[in-house]
DNA sequence: CTGTTAGCGCCTTCAA
DNA sequence: TTGAAGGCGCTAACAG
């Protein structure tokens, strides 16, 4: 691999020179410029950033933790902060965590090692110190939650607007005219999923309904999990609709549903948070409270530039919370007969 | 960001001292080991990769390039190759082409820059002058192509069994009494596509059918253009079953299906490369050619890892082509009233 | 075992 | 406008 001298050498003139015209910042005479240029070429020269970023000790990388690429959501979150990334010259790194607090914690360390200048972070389900993430920021590494919100954590996040995103499912089921409405959580460690089970709470109060508590039904992010949580619950009780406030989530619940012979919409109302499907051409579609996951991406590095470049200097601004708005799309799962 | 330096002075040692009690390759006495770890916590010290790769020309880091990561067949293979990465202590940055021929080329000049050891390419669709890779690997980067496989391009790669996969889909609607298959292809200029149409092929002789062109539909991989194609083409031709040889083709045919008011498996049959559904929830269920994602990225990044450690030295070994088997998952979009 | 030191490749003053 | 030189943080000899 060639290094700057070696291009110098062969066009006859100073690594400064070369590195000018590379970087574009001094002014370079036109026929040295072109003689490096033509190095350059000859050489098929690539700058190293390895040795850029350690004078410099800026190495123009972010990292993003997500805890599964594989569930749909987060490719999506992931492109999202690319793309802001690139347009800004940077590249991003992006890892899974499994949701394991002890591989988020590897994962944040290594990030750190390779000094990237900023963390995105969907926190583990696992119950993580947050300690891992206030370490980081008073390091100087700006850290933006998305996603998931852990509680008391003085950073900078962005996520859904739960509340009313979980009224906007609960509403469109009471509309639809179902009153026996149960709710399938994930873990209420995550400020999220309280959140949520907050806004359909508030839903069914306007409409004068009492919360039975037997129709919360808290499981985790794992589905299988909560397919068995259902199985055993459908036992006993009997919703006429299903509000589940994630995507695993609602697999397990209709693995259980299915396993007890209970179809949608036919025996029950079904409404989702996150995309199961790629589109709408599958039967039962299920009616879904879609996040902005590209958008929320997108916003999180933003955000995460901004504390970047003001980092030099003055004090450091209060964590900004952004909730980007959900949407509703209506499918055939809360469709009544 | 504390440095070795601040470390030794904190532990009263030297920087060669502390540099190895982190690394464990050089044995420290007990009590200046303690000293040192102690200073490392107290300064919560993290070992700045950037100087180490400098140091030792090894980032111990991967890159992967995949057309879109949205697609739920790349983030399997990016976990399989992260797996198998992370085991080997390497880290993977993971990168979308959009299946651009000029964006291709500025990731793998990134990547190139960032010193990444190897590179695991899914190329894009758009025609890539094969150039931009057989350049790298004279400069002694090792390159992977996964799943699709440009032509005449020597360098390992992995993908699956292209044409024995799609006999298999083939084979299967044939059993199910479908006569009039139609193909519908991404572009001939992959091999694979090339490759799954000869399976077709084969099969239908086998079976004592002859190649009707008509039934031949070429598209490509953008699912809006494969619907405006099939619309055509269902105008004048009706085939009583469909093999699509990728997602998006699949997406973009079924498009077109519903548009026409044809169903499956009512009024066809329907088999495609690529899960397009979470699971098996929902109606109709597709049937599918399931590739093994994640294995086919495990199994490139250990051909990468080969490489890169067999680098030094003795003459590069001659390319190594790897074709993992698909499996039929049988559904309902092939089960005949 | 422990300390010292020379670069890895590049950028960035600073002089010329 | 161009060239020369120091040093970013670390590792790997090497010397003690």
Chains 1, 2 share one sequence.
Not at 24 to 38: C, M, N, T
Not at 108 to 136: D, K, M, N, W
């Amino acid at each position: 691999m060639p290094t700057i001298k070696e291009v110098a050498d062969l066009a006859g003139v100073s690594v400064g020179t070369v590195s000018h015209v590379v970087s574009g910042a001094v002014p370079v005479s036109e026929p040295l410029r072109l003689k490096v240029q033509e190095a350059i070429r000859e050489l098929d020269y690539h700058p190293n950033h390895v040795a850029r970023s350690l004078k410099t000790s800026r190495t123009r990388t972010l990292g993003i933790i997500v805890p599964d690429m594989t569930i749909s959501f987060y490719p999506l979150v992931i492109r999202g902060a690319e793309t802001a990334a690139w347009q800004q010259g940077y590249s991003l790194i992006a890892v899974n965590s499994t949701d394991g607090a002890e591989r988020q914690k590897e994962l944040l360390s290594l990030l750190r090692s390779q000094r990237v200048e900023g963390i995105l972070v969907v926190v583990a389900a696992a119950p993580v110190p947050i300690q891992q993430i206030t370490r980081l920021i008073e390091a100087g590494i700006p850290v933006v939650c998305l996603d998931r919100i852990p509680e008391k954590l003085p950073a900078d996040s962005v996520s859904v607007e739960d509340v009313s995103a979980a009224e906007l499912g609960t509403d469109h089921l009471l509309e639809m005219g179902y009153r026996r409405i149960a709710i399938v959580t994930g873990p209420l460690s995550l400020t999220n999923e309280k959140r949520r089970l907050q806004g359909y709470e508030q839903s069914l109060r306007r409409a004068g309904i009492a919360i039975d508590p037997a129709l919360l039904w808290h499981g985790n992010v794992r589905p299988e999990d909560v397919s068995g949580l259902c199985k055993q619950k459908l036992g006993t009780v009997r919703p006429d609709a299903f509000l589940c406030t994630n995507g695993p989530t609602a697999l397990g619940c209709l693995r259980a549903l299915r396993h007890c012979g209970l179809s949608t919409p036919e025996d029950v109302g079904f409404v989702t948070f996150d995309e199961l499907t790629l589109d709408d051409l599958f039967r039962p579609s299920i009616t879904t409270i879609v996040q902005p996951a590209y958008e929320i991406g997108f916003e999180a590095a933003t955000i995460l530039f901004e504390r970047i470049q003001g980092k030099s200097g003055d004090e450091i601004a209060a964590p900004r919370t952004v909730r980007l708005p959900a949407s509703l799309k209506v499918r055939e799962s809360t469709r009544r007969a």
